[in-house]
Structures are given as structure tokens and as C-alpha cells.
């Protein structure tokens, strides 16, 4: 058992802030293994080499060479330092692999949105290599005593060290989303090296293809997912992807730690994209990035209509739907609505639309702007996210520190994050937000009018922003708990 100074972690991840990022994975990819690393816990990020992952990370220099995996394309290791801060920097291992990850485009899409076609061969080589640097056939000194996985991108890795009989670090699987399983056809288990019995129930297969998810799955040793409310609704039919039988089966073996957040990159005392900084003592200056907002985004500019803000994905899982559906209502409240988000191109067109026929109370920009996002927290009086399902979801819990507190269904991590405003909760100090259950178009509308009926009441805001921006958000306590547990994992 090696003491706390020597525990070291390989954090295996497709996408990391502030070199690329699609959603949460890559904020989660930063922040946690730094807060590790203040608990004297040795992690190193290994990530696939796109264009800007080579460009963007300091030090460089060449580790090992892979000319030998027949199943893929030659690929050199490279070690280097990616910097989050001015006095911040955590040490990454970079798969240079220019036959899979040098091209333009996003980690798992073209420019038009079409999923790579080599994509089981992208990631398959993320997990085999991320499962040969977690094992005694390791090229390089630096060995692990922990693999940590994060979502189907690094799924193979526990599969392929299990096949592996040598000596070999113990594996954790973090599910940051079930949704995104990374299927591919059965004829890709021999194609990545896996062997063909391998392809059973008790195995990789998932009804009928390959599932890189649920080999994680099945053949972790530990599995965590990103709220503790989460880790109970994916053992339901109703959000188990088909897994819930597994996942059932492993229950012992699952914990649900809260995500936390970059409390230096979401701080409204210093953060630089917004036009005024502001704390909870000075709630005042908040406003100055409402007028900004509406200004920015061609809205009427009117510090006492309550302006909703969205920033996400826009697709079914993030409830977009239901958003268009309210929206005609939401703005008679009176009310006003900024959206910043893209993903599917009929709702991007539909909400586009809507701020044709509504250019004064509804504004959306289609895109990922990291400076707009910043500002839509902090110039919004309140933030929406009426998401079917939500495994963590750091919004509502960066909108709670920018004192705009958030509307969301009850559902996943947003349930274990955001509590209620009854007259009970705002008595007792807890109030941070609203939150409905069931999920529904009539109860979404209803949640955000008594939103905008207590933005009136300035009182009863202001409380409420103030107990949002006093909850501690930072992972200081769940890098404790990963921590603890990959201890555990070595007894
Ligand atoms: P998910 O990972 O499911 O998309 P999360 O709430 O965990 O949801 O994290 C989303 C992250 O991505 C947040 O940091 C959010 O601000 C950011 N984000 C999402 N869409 C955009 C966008 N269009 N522009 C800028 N940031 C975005
Ligand atoms: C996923 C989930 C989101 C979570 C994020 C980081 O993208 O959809 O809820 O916050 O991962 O764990």
C-alpha cells in the first residue's frame, strides 16, 4: 500500500479545459485531478493528440514510441505540462497518433456534425494505450496504481487490462453520461484486439454490437458516477440505457460523488469576461452585466424585466424542446429569454426562428463561446435547465455562485445541488433555486413564473442569490472522496 505521497492516477479522458472541450467532461477533467493533486495524489491526464491539444500543452518531449499495436496506426508518446493557471500546471501524457486525432474538426465530429467513422479506432487507442501504461508492459517508469476511466471514450481500458495477465494498476470507472455509449459493429471487437469470447452478455457485447461503456463496465473494478442521485436512477428502466440490469447487479461496487466546480474559473469577484466583477455583498454591480447582456444580444434593455438565461446543448436530453414550447408563454410573463448553445440543427432553426418573431425578448447565439457563457451567468437574474435527465450538470451550480438562481427539473445532479425556494427553505437559509418533478411542459412554465414572481420581491431575491453564492461548490470535499476511494481500491 503505497503512502499518500506515492498514490499515482492515470485520468483517462477524451476532452480537457482549456484545450477542448464539448460539455462538462472537459471542466471535470481539470478541475478534479487538480484538486487531487493538493491531496498530494500524483495524477497525470493522458489525452488523444488533436491539433490543439499539441498546440496548447507546454514541455513537450517524445516518451515511447507504439510501431508494434497491429490494430492501430504508429503513435508516439509524448509527456507534457498542460497550464490552468498562472500558478497551476498538471502533468499530461499526449498520444500522438497523426493517423487518427491530427484533423480539423471536434474529438468525435466533423465540421459538419457527422460522427468520425474511424471513431472505435480513435478511442480504442486511447484505452489500450491508457490500459499499457497502467500495467507491467508499460514502455515507461511512471506506473500507475490507479487507471481512471471517464465515460465510453476510455470504456476498453479495464477490458484490455483485464485480458492482461502481468501485473496491473486497479480500475475506476467514472460515468459522466449514460446516454453516449460508443456502439460499434461486432466485427470491431477483433478489430481493436480484444479476444472474440470477449464478445458475450457477460463481456462487451450489448445488444448485438460492441458497447465500449459497458466493457468499462463490466470489467471495472469500481464504477462512480457524477451525483449520488444519479447512481440510483441509472439502476431504473426509465434512465438505465439498457444497463440497468448491470448496473443493478454492480450497486455495490457504484458510488455517486457530486461534481465540483473551478471555483478560480467561475468566481464573479474576478472573472475576467465579465463587464463589472461583483460579490454577495455588493449585488449592485451585478446588474451592469444584465445591461451588457441585453445590449450584446440586441434584447430590449430593461434592468426589471426578469431575463432567463440557457447556456448548453441543445437537444433532448437538455429538454431544448420543451424550452421552445414555453418560450411565447415565458416572455408574456413579462420576461426575457438569451440562449447560447448548438447541437441539433432543427432546434438551433426552430429557436432562431423564434427570435424572429420575437427580436426584443428572445435573443439566441448557435455556437460555444467560453466569454459569452461567463456573461450569461452573470447578466441573467435567472438560469434554465429543464433537463429530461442530468447526470451532474455544472450550470446550476456555477449560476448559484453568480447569484442567478436556477430553474430545473428534479432530476439527477440537479436534485442534489439546487434546493427548492418554499417559504421552509428560505426560513432555514437552504433556498438556492426552483426545482419541479415531474418533468413537464405545464410545470417547467409554472416553475419559471413563480421564478419571475419572486424576482419581484426583492427581499426574497436577494436571499435567495445570497444562498446560492454562500454553498461551497468547490472539490475540496468530493477530490476527498475519490481519494479515499481510490485507496480503497487497493486493499
Ligand atoms: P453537459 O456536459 O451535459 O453538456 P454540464 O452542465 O455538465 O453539461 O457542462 C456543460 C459545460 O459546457 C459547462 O461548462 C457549460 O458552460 C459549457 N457549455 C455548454 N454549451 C456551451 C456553449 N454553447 N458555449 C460555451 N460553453 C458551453
Ligand atoms: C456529462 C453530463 C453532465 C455532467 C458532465 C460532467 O456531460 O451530461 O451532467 O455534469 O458530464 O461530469
Known amino acids: 500500500m503505497p503512502s499518500s505521497q506515492e498514490l499515482r492516477v492515470l485520468f483517462i479522458t477524451s476532452e480537457v479545459y482549456p484545450l477542448c472541450k464539448t460539455g462538462g467532461l472537459g471542466d471535470v477533467s481539470a478541475a478534479l485531478p487538480a484538486a487531487l493533486r493538493l491531496l498530494q495524489t500524483d495524477v497525470r491526464l493522458l489525452l488523444p493528440g488533436y491539433p490543439q491539444v499539441l498546440a496548447g500543452v507546454k514541455y513537450k518531449s517524445k516518451v515511447a514510441e507504439f510501431n508494434e499495436l497491429t490494430e492501430f496506426p504508429p503513435a508516439t508518446l509524448l509527456s507534457a505540462r498542460l497550464s490552468l493557471s498562472k500558478t497551476e500546471n498538471i502533468p499530461v501524457f499526449v498520444i500522438d497518433c497523426p493517423g487518427l486525432y491530427r484533423r480539423e474538426g471536434g474529438p468525435y465530429m466533423d465540421t459538419l456534425g457527422r460522427d468520425w467513422p474511424d471513431n472505435a479506432l480513435r478511442f480504442g487507442l486511447l484505452s489500450k494505450i491508457g490500459a499499457i501504461l497502467s500495467s507491467d508492459a508499460s514502455p515507461i517508469a511512471w506506473r500507475p496504481h490507479i487507471a481512471h476511466c471517464n465515460d465510453w471514450q476510455s470504456g476498453l481500458t479495464p477490458a484490455y487490462l483485464h485480458f492482461h495477465s502481468g501485473k496491473k494498476a486497479a480500475t475506476l470507472m467514472t460515468i459522466h453520461n449514460l446516454a453516449f455509449q460508443g456502439i460499434f459493429p461486432p466485427g470491431s471487437v477483433v478489430q481493436l484486439g480484444l479476444p472474440p469470447n470477449s464478445f458475450d452478455i457477460n463481456g462487451v457485447e450489448y ?168 456573461l450569461i451567468e452573470a447578466g441573467a437574474d435567472c438560469f434554465l435547465m429543464p433537463s429530461r435527465f442530468e447526470p451532474c450538470g455544472l450550470n446550476q451550480m456555477y449560476s448559484q455562485r453568480y447569484g442567478t438562481p436556477p430553474v430545473v427539473h428534479a432530476t439527477g445532479g440537479l436534485r442534489d445541488t439546487v434546493v427548492d425556494c418554499t417559504p421552509q427553505t428560505l426560513a432555514d437559509g437552504s433556498a438556492s433555486g426552483f426545482s419541479f418533478f415531474p418533468m413537464t411542459v405545464d410545470n417547467l412554465l409554472s416553475t419559471a413564473k413563480r421564478a419571475a414572481t419572486a424576482y419581484h420581491h426583492k427581499k426574497t431575491w436577494q436571499r435567495l442569490q445570497k444562498n446560492g453564492m454562500a454553498k461551497d461548490f468547490s472539490w475540496h470535499a468530493s477530490a476527498a472522496t475519490y481519494r479515499k476511494l481510490y485507496a480503497s481500491l487497493l486493499r
Not at 269 to 278: I, R
Not at 295 to 309: K, Y
Not at 349 to 373: D, M, W
Open 207 to 374: 445488444y448485438g454490437n460492441l458497447s465500449f461503456l459497458k466493457a468499462g463496465l463490466y470489467y471495472t473494478d469500481h464504477i462512480t458516477t457524477v451525483s449520488p442521485n444519479y447512481a440510483e436512477e441509472i439502476q431504473t428502466d426509465a434512465l438505465g440505457f439498457g444497463l440497468q440490469g448491470l448496473l443493478a447487479e454492480r450497486r455495490k461496487n457504484m458510488t455517486g460523488i457530486i461534481n465540483g466546480i473551478s471555483t478560480n474559473e467561475w468566481d464573479p469577484a474576478t472573472d475576467p469576461h465579465l463587464v463589472k466583477n461583483y460579490t454577495s455583498r455588493k449585488l449592485s454591480d451585478k446588474v451592469a452585466n444584465k445591461s451588457a447582456l441585453q445590449q450584446q444580444m440586441g434584447l430590449a434593455i430593461d434592468i426589471d424585466v426578469p431575463l432567463f438565461g440557457v447556456v448548453s446543448r441543445l437537444n433532448h436530453q437538455k429538454g431544448t424542446d420543451l424550452l421552445i414550447q414555453i418560450a411565447p408563454q415565458l416572455i408574456k410573463i413579462p420576461a426575457q429569454l438569451v440562449i447560447l448553445g448548438s447541437d441539433h440543427a432543427d432546434l438551433e432553426h426552430q429557436l432562431t426562428r423564434l427570435t424572429k418573431t420575437y427580436p426584443s425578448e428572445i435573443a439566441v447565439r448557435i455556437g460555444f463561446s467560453e466569454t459569452l457563457s461567463h
